[in-house]
């Protein structure tokens, strides 16, 4: 089977056929209880962010009713939870590599705080920790085509994607973002820290993933998801809310934190080959008691003391979320 997609997004690419894709993809499912999962083999592909209404899509499978998984969220807490595939599972120890990559203005806030007992406590069991601080860095969020130090494969219209992509190959990408590439492929865990801004990452943080995880260099077309080229290294995202833990329930005002992390998890991360972890959400620290910040940061530096024993989470494709 040949498809042909339509792309609008930073892969610039105006026409691509795929053959066979996804022909090993397989249903993430639920174990029946919040926090756990039943071991699976993959991840199923949905519409990636920047794809045109154009696309030209595999449909989601449709599962039966009395086949499909209930719908239950796992239990988002402070502390953090573990569950994963088990197939996937990936083993690591003392001596890895870590990547913090930082997005706060002010080191003494409580995301400083958290990146401090990240550096700290990984530190301590051996593991080699590099700190991308991003604002102390003043990193250039936006992708233009000064990104591009050669010359460029179609001077008369710039298309970033594709210029990015054929400088990635070229070695022609600049300084920053060589840089930071290295950091990302020397690394075994990259652990994002930064304050949920409307529902996402802080612009800086979105620019450093629109310029660094490049077509290239974070995955290709084929190569991407299972296949993307970061597919041996585990992915964090540690979270801090201005709301309560109820806000972001189902049932809550802002709705339940899958809906707006999957983006990120598995339309950024998973997409260019992460195995993800289960994210660390604190929630509203600026409202907490010190008592209260006190056991979060004493919580996320508990979990990080097992977290090369932990298994990724399911990339839930978009049906799954349940009517």
Known sequence: MVLTFTFAGLNGLESVEFAKLLSNSNTARWAGKPGAVKPGAGCLWHRPLGFSQASTLPSSPRVPNDRRPAARAPGFCAGGITYGRGANRVTYGPGKKVLIVYAHQEPR????????VAVDELSKQGCTVTVSDLYAMDFEPRATRKDITGALSNPEFFNYGVEAYEACKKRSLTSDIIDEQKKVQEADLV???FPLYWFSVPAILKGWMDRVLCQGFAFDIPGFYDSGFLKDKLALLSVTTGGTAEMYTKTGVSGHFKYFLWPLQHGALHFCGFKVLAPQISFAPEFASEEERKRMVASWAQRLKTIWKEE????????YFGE
Do not use: A, D, V, Y
């Open 312 to 319: 990724p989470i399911h990339c839930t494709p978009p049906w």
């Open 109 to 116: 806030s409580f995301n400083g705080s958290l990146k401090k």
């Open 191 to 193: 652990i994002f820290q």
